[in-house]
């Protein structure tokens, strides 16, 4: 399929329905009574990696859907250091995105999700690194907190922890940790703080999901013997949904759209093998939970509560799920007299879910605002209906955060709609919406969460809630709601989105980079926008010593909310090279606001506030540039465009359908965004075009593509095989093969001072072998590993040059590296 290149289109390409997860459920006869199956067994499976996209969704849907397992994934990270294919956003708001993304696919295959505290900070080659960095002993911590909370039978590892090297170093580091999680959460010496909450906890077996990848190559493992792996038909057809177990698990795999990880779906016959790492061994190869009693009876008091349940999936009437409330009321208050507690919270949240499904119970509560702010208040509209004809009263509603008991007392009749208004006054100590592990500053490999309770929850943690006491059959029960907002669009009907507390005021300096290349003082723009009606105060910008700002602060009085203004500074730098971190905040009365708003918003996640603080990179860089015009095509989409614009380039963005001689001639250089060749089908039929230009004495600069699909065999004019080598050690020392090198010396003079500040990564997917034409540059390695020459190769074609780079320029620039800015500009000079 051809992909569109023009990142400010990325959003209006997408056909996909609108994610609504805050929507009330409203399930399939079908689908109720696979609920009530999944009630009759008690056995937990939990599948550990190291990143969104990592997971088995075939075995996750198999397990939750067939073996009717509560089935969980731990990603030890957000995916934080990937790259984004649908649109700008990188690290910590890619990791929001994919977050939502594994939430989406989870509610697709039936798991649950959680995350461990490690923050992806780019590719690692062995778990040495990744565990120094990460902080091993913290994600352990998480690991075990998280496996003595959701008590899992067993585990499942992704990836082998005896092969070190051969993968991402997260991935190997996963497995490892899980050895040593199996072992800990057992240990009432290990983390015993933890004790105050959950138990110990000790799985009954530890197995590694393998597969043709770890055997290099499918007909490897076609010819392996897989006699002593667990081997499970996962090839199931469910008839009630009229979908394949592989048909559920591509569109969950489907849902990590910022990965480009569609998938197609596929049916019949299907096999998982799993190897036996720990635990109790197996005769059955097809029974995960063998020697583990996953019915009632593992609950004392529990086997007249299988007993009715059977019973009520036996005499389920699918055409009238409601005949089943009156004994789904008898079953709820069965577990409701247990003494265990582990699986006795989890069974009654999933009998009052099948009971309110079953009976048509539909509870709602809504703002007609999206935002709100601490100490002022919303109209909360809320409405119940029973659509059966069992007895139901609507006793009362508790609105928290404020913790405030409304009595109702009203009778919920058959199909006859109840609903009224609320006014919901917010507490003035109450958080701000925001995802909580961005809450603090954490390090480069571990996010700050400091409230155990916290640690291992995916999502955003929202107080405001109406929690409904509903009478059903003479028994009270309580369900808790998200307040939503819901409005209706003309185009998508009815609309539900989260509800957010946002701050009085929030700030954005409008340029995340700005660039000095003088003396001379630039503008720097604030934007102001007010999350209330009649926001009155000051914003000032913060910068380190030897920055002149004026004016010091300047007033601003916005009357009405979400309304936004626009404030000039005069920014003037010092009179060396620096770098410094600029900061803005708005002050009312004499609290100071220094958060920005960001707003994540795509057809397939749930729309997100992030609250971040308010600060951009200035860059006085002591940098020089030859020639002005250059034509971007975007790839995969970065911010690099934007941050030529600050050198003082005049950029105009082409697509592959402008691309002609007549267009090219009025520019100095051609630049290719990131994997361009990988998702532009187009270019297959303009690359003659390019070459020519490069031959007519234009530059050509290609950043990095990825090994996998290219678009055309031919990237460049002379041979060039792109390979998997990379630098992922950003302070690597680097050396310079050709001192002497124009694109070292014009027209700025490039040292091993302009590599020093990168981040996250040297750079990646290096080519390995390259026609004699090409000069290599620059060459650097990771620790323990042979030189990587392949990071700038530059080649005379013609009267011009092609430059193939896979320097992380598209990390670099954003953040405001100096270094990166004068390289590059040397790069579009080549010849100059």
């Not at 592989?246 to 197609?264: C, M, P």
């Not at 006085?620 to 971007?632: F, H, M, N, Q, R």
């Not at 030189?787 to 405001?816: C, D, H, W």
Request: glycine share 6%; aromatic share 10%.
């Amino acid at each position: 399929m051809q992909k569109k290149i023009v990142a400010l289109l990325l959003l209006t390409l997408y056909t996909v329905c609108q994610a609504q997860p805050e929507l009330p459920e409203k399930p399939t006869s079908a689908e109720i009574y696979a609920k009530i199956e999944k009630l009759n067994f008690l056995g937990s499976a939990l599948y550990i990696a190291a990143h969104p996209d990592d997971e088995n969704t075939r075995l996750i849907s198999f397990l939750s859907n067939n073996v009717k397992a509560r089935t969980g994934y731990l990603s030890l990270t957000r995916g934080d250091g990937g790259q984004n294919l649908i649109g700008l956003q990188l690290r910590e708001l890619l990791g929001v995105i994919r977050t939502q993304e594994l939430i989406e696919a989870r509610k697709v295959d039936g798991g649950e999700q959680f995350f461990s505290r490690a923050n992806d900070f780019g590719y690692s080659k062995v778990p040495n690194e990744t565990l120094e960095i990460w902080d091993k002993d913290k994600v352990l911590q998480d690991m075990v907190w998280i496996i003595r909370k959701f008590q899992p039978d067993v585990i499942i590892n992704r990836f082998d922890h005896r092969s070190p090297g051969t993968t991402h170093g997260h991935h190997t580091s996963s497995a490892i940790l899980t050895q040593d999680a199996y072992t800990l959460a057992n240990d009432p010496k290990y983390e015993p703080n933890q004790l105050n909450y959950v138990s110990t906890w000790q799985p009954k077996r530890v197995l590694f999901n393998t597969s043709w990848w770890f055997f290099g190559g499918r007909e490897n493992f076609e010819k392996a013997d897989k006699s002593k792996y667990v081997n499970l038909s996962t090839g199931v057809y469910y008839p009630l949904i009229g979908k394949s177990n592989q048909e559920i698990a591509a569109l969950s795999r489907s849902k990590h759209k910022s990965q480009g990880f569609g998938s197609t779906g596929a049916r019949g016959e299907d096999m998982e093998y799993l190897e036996l790492i720990k635990g109790s061994d197996m005769k059955d190869k097809q029974n995960l939970f063998e020697g583990i009693d996953t019915s009632w009876n593992r609950v004392k008091g529990g086997k007249p509560i299988g007993q009715a349940i059977t019973a009520i999936i036996k005499n389920y009437d699918f055409k009238n799920p409601s005949k089943s409330v009156p004994a789904l009321i008898e079953v709820y208050k069965q577990i409701s007299q247990l003494n265990e507690t582990h699986w006795k919270a989890i069974k009654l949240q999933e009998i009052k879910e099948i009971i309110a499904c079953s009976s048509g119970l539909y509870l709602e509560a809504y703002s007609e605002s999206q935002s709100v702010t601490p100490n002022d208040a919303i109209t909360m509209h809320w409405e119940a209906i029973n659509r059966c004809s069992v007895p139901m009263t609507l006793k009362n509603i508790t609105l928290l955060p404020e913790n405030k008991t409304i009595s109702q007392n009203v009778e919920l009749v058959n199909n006859i709609d109840q609903s009224n208004i609320i006014t919901i006054q917010i507490p003035e100590d109450a958080n701000y919406t925001s995802p909580y592990w961005l809450t603090e500053k954490g390090t480069s490999g571990m996010y700050k969460v400091d409230d155990l309770q916290n640690i291992g929850k995916p999502d955003i943690i929202r107080e405001m809630k109406a929690v409904f006491e509903i009478e059903i059959g003479g028994t009270l029960i309580s369900f808790e709601k998200n307040i939503v907002h819901k409005y209706n669009d003309p185009v998508k009907g009815e609309v539900c989105e989260p509800l957010d507390i946002v701050p009085a005021v929030t700030t954005q300096i409008l340029n995340k980079v700005q660039l000095f290349k003088d003396n001379e003082p630039q503008t720097v723009i604030v934007k102001v926008k007010a999350g209330k009606d009649n926001c009155k105060g000051i914003v000032n910008l913060e910068l380190p010593k030897g920055w002149k700002i004026s004016p010091a602060t300047i007033p601003f009085d916005i009357k009405t909310k979400d309304s936004e203004v626009t404030f000039n500074f005069d920014v003037t730098p010092p009179p060396y090279p620096t770098e410094a971190t600029a900061k803005s905040i708005a002050i009312i009365g004499t609290t100071a606001y220094d958060r920005e708003q960001v707003i994540i918003d795509y057809p397939h996640i749930a729309k997100q506030q992030v609250l971040l603080p308010s600060t951009a990179k200035f860059t006085k860089a002591d940098l020089k540039i030859k020639g002005e015009k250059i034509a971007y095509i975007m790839g995969a989409g970065d911010n690099v465009p934007e941050s030529l614009k600050q050198m003082g380039y005049e950029v105009t963005l082409l697509t592959p359908e402008n691309i002609s001689t007549e267009t090219l001639k009025s520019f100095d250089a051609v630049i290719m965004g990131i994997r361009a060749y990988n998702v532009l089908e187009e270019l297959e039929l303009k690359q003659n075009i390019l070459f020519d230009f490069v031959k007519n004495g234009g530059n050509m600069i290609v950043q990095y593509n990825t090994t996998g699909h290219l678009t055309i065999k031919n990237i460049a004019p002379y041979s060039l095989h792109i390979s998997r080598d990379r630098v992922t050690e950003e302070d690597a020392k680097v050396t310079f093969l050709d001192a002497t090198h124009p694109v070292l010396n014009h027209p700025n003079k490039i040292t091993t001072n302009d590599f020093k500040g990168w981040v996250q990564e040297q750079g990646l997917y290096y080519p390995d072998e390259w026609d004699a034409a090409f000069s290599p540059i620059i060459s650097a390695h990771d620790t323990g590993e042979n030189p990587k020459n392949g990071a700038l190769l530059v080649a005379q074609y013609g009267k011009g040059y092609y430059i193939y780079t896979g320097l992380s320029f598209f990390r670099e620039l954003p953040e405001g590296v100096s270094g990166a800015y004068r390289l590059l500009a040397n790069i579009i000079a080549v010849g100059k």
